[in-house]
């Protein structure tokens, strides 16, 4: 693996690659690598002949500068364990070679950054991650990108990015993973103390009871999600948001039909976790509920 920090070497090493007609695969991250992220760089070097990673805390999509001094960083670490699945490069620049002296542009969107995550952490947040993505495609021009399920609302924001700007990239999003609890593995989770460790476990059940009481027939959204919130009282959460909304549009739904996505933020001490499950509604022709599966085990 080879470890890039310019956009002119990266430029440089794909030139032969994209020349000879190889797929080249990207994999945006901001380290502190962990198998939901490691998940996403396997899936690239099955689909790709060629696997970037690129590590980058981006800071203008935060929102609270104590959050990003916190992020944790481990780029020595990171570089092993992204060589020992074998990427090809991984493309770790400092700040000022992506946000040079004069910078001045922000790509922005309207719609779907509007409600939830952009609601609660402000308008900066998604432009900021817009903008680091439209670059990141620019150095890299991969013709695959790949993100996670986990980000579900920043997913569906990158695939409007690309449709909206006709970017030549195809963006893959795969399955979340899971601690044994169904906890979502997140960077951030090594800040939480171990009683917030074993509370976070509330977040899953709480999408999971939604899962079961659609399961049971359930349709009304408001009902669904009292079942989620008994379930977040008793790990004594106290959600940013828990919503029931369309997969497509993140708007409110009035009723549990077709794909819903139940998402969740919440505060655990000094660690904001998010996490999402999208909704099945079984319906009768199949004759069986689909059910939440299994977490995936990291
Ligand atoms: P981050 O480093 O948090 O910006 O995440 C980089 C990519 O990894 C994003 O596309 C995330 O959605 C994805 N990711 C983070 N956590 C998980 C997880 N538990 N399972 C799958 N993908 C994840």
Redesign the pocket.
């Known amino acids: 693996m080879r470890r890039l920090s310019t956009i002119a070497e990266v430029r440089s090493e794909l030139v032969e690659p994209r020349r000879a007609g190889r797929s080249i695969g990207l994999?945006?991250?901001?380290?502190?690598l962990?198998?939901?992220?490691l998940?996403?760089m396997r899936r690239a070097r099955l689909d790709c002949e060629v696997v970037v990673v690129s590590l980058f805390v981006n800071p203008t999509q935060f929102n609270d500068s104590a959050d990003l001094s916190a992020y944790p960083r481990d780029p020595e670490r990171d570089a092993w364990l992204a060589a020992e699945i074998g990427v090809d490069y991984l493309f770790a620049p400092a700040p000022e070679e992506i946000y040079p002296p004069g910078f001045a542009t922000t790509v922005s969107l309207a719609g779907v950054t509007e409600t939830l995550e952009g609601a609660h952490r402000g308008r900066a947040h998604f432009d900021g991650v817009s903008t680091v993505v439209t670059k990141l495609f620019n150095i890299v021009a991969p013709d695959v990108a790949?993100?996670?399920?986990?980000?579900a609302q920043?997913?569906l924001v990158i695939r409007r990015l690309v449709r909206d700007l006709d970017m030549p990239v195809t963006i893959e999003v795969?399955?979340?993973?899971?601690e044994g609890d169904g906890l979502?593995?997140?960077?951030r989770n090594a800040h939480l103390s171990p009683a917030d460790r074993a509370r976070a476990a509330g977040l899953h059940r709480a999408l999971a009871a939604v899962q079961e009481a659609v399961d049971g027939g359930e349709r009304d959204p408001d009902a669904a999600r009292a079942r989620a919130l008994t379930e977040l009282q008793a790990a004594q959460i106290e959600p940013d948001y828990l919503e029931l909304v369309s997969a497509e549009t993140l708007s409110p739904v009035r009723r549990i039909d077709g794909d819903v996505l139940a998402l969740i933020a919440a505060r655990l001490g000094d660690t904001r976790l998010i996490d999402n499950e999208l909704i099945r509604t079984p319906t009768h022709d199949r004759g069986v509920a689909t059910r939440l599966g299994a977490p995936t085990t990291a």
Request: aromatic share 6%.
């Open positions: 994999v945006p991250t901001m380290g502190a962990h198998e939901g992220h998940s996403l790949y993100f996670g399920q986990k980000d920043q997913a795969c399955p979340t993973v899971r979502a593995l997140s960077s």
